[in-house]
């Protein structure tokens, strides 16, 4: 069974540029979460989806959105961005969320200049 | 708020020595995952505890979740350089619905 994949890996924008990044879940996975990570904060929920609908949201502004196609597959969108929105920024999947066993894809190093 | 601390933050030791990382909580979770993430790359799942007072091995680390599921620790014997990662402990919530909580990691360095 293929993995949760992310694209692109890498991505380079300036301040005040908008950014979207993908996320293919596992097979059979309808929820999807997305996670900031930063050295000083760690691992961060932003949202997580569930059968299109956003099930669950983090303490982040509202610069950062996301949304989940029929076929699982989850975007996220960061319009505005901002120096310290410099992070990996990582898709995690699962059968049915809720604290459910999470598989992780490498992730989204988004560097902003 | 529910909060995971993990303990130490930074760990460097010799190849062959022991080693215990701690992640702890005033609150209570339904379960408790272990990942290990290399740099570039996202966190693996290790193993998941869901019973108070749970032991799980997986070769020479040893996983165990306190009695009343607040707590978790992760022991590694005899280290090797290919043991070196961040070690991330995530909770999950007692309630549908809850987002997993994850501590900020202990990094581990081993060297030969």
């Known amino acids: 069974k293929a993995g949760v994949t992310q694209t692109p890996r890498y991505l380079i924008k300036t301040r005040g540029q908008q950014v979207t990044l993908s996320c293919s879940p596992i097979s059979g996975h309808r929820s999807v979460s997305w996670y900031q990570q930063t050295p000083g904060q760690g691992l961060q929920f932003l949202f997580e989806?569930?059968?299109?609908?956003?099930?669950n949201k983090g303490n982040f502004p509202g610069r950062f959105s996301g949304r989940q196609f029929s076929n699982s597959r989850s975007e996220m969108n960061v319009s505005t961005l901002e120096l310290g929105d410099s992070a990996l920024y990582l898709c995690?999947?699962?059968?049915?969320?809720?604290?459910?066993?999470?598989?992780f894809g490498p992730g989204t190093r988004l560097t902003v200049l | 708020t529910q909060l995971l601390e993990q303990s130490p933050q930074f760990l460097s030791i010799q190849e062959g020595e022991n080693l215990t990382v701690y992640c702890n909580s005033s609150s209570v979770f339904s379960s408790l995952q272990w990942y290990r993430q290399e740099p570039g790359e996202g966190p693996v799942l290790l193993v998941t505890v869901v019973t108070g007072g749970e032991v799980k091995k997986l070769k020479r680390l040893t996983f165990q979740f306190g009695d009343a599921r607040k707590d978790s620790s992760l022991h590694i014997t005899a280290a090797q350089p290919g043991d070196t990662g961040l070690y991330l402990c995530a909770g999950g919530g007692p309630q549908a619905g809850t987002a997993l909580i994850f501590g900020k990691g202990t990094t581990l360095s081993v060297s030969s």
């Open positions: 989806y569930f059968s299109e609908t956003q099930r």
């Open positions: 995690a999947s699962s059968f049915a969320g809720r604290g459910d066993t999470q598989y």
